[in-house]
């Protein structure tokens, strides 16, 4: 199929450097590059969720500021 796209100067260059050092034409390598960006959609619409760990512990000590840095070393390096 025929169509016509605008495309930013610089990466106009790119592909026709790759193009160039491939001996292929700049349809070519950007068709390639389309194909390519389809078929890792395609995959990361397939891929099985992740599944975050869940760890199982003990409840934070009463009175520690979880966001105070000093507080929980102190803590810590009680329990170790």
Do not use: C, W
């Not at 592909?15 to 078929?39: M, N, P, Y």
Request: charged residues 25%.
């Amino acid at each position: 199929m025929r169509t016509t796209i605008t495309l930013d100067d610089e990466v106009f260059r790119a592909f026709k450097q790759r193009a160039a050092e491939h001996g292929t034409s700049l349809t070519h390598e950007i068709g390639e590059a389309l194909r390519s960006e389809l078929a890792a959609s395609a995959e990361a619409v397939n891929a099985e969720p992740y599944e975050v760990p869940v760890f199982r512990g003990t409840a934070p000590v009463p009175g520690v500021d979880l966001n105070s840095n000093a507080a929980l070393a102190e803590i810590l390096d009680a329990a170790g």
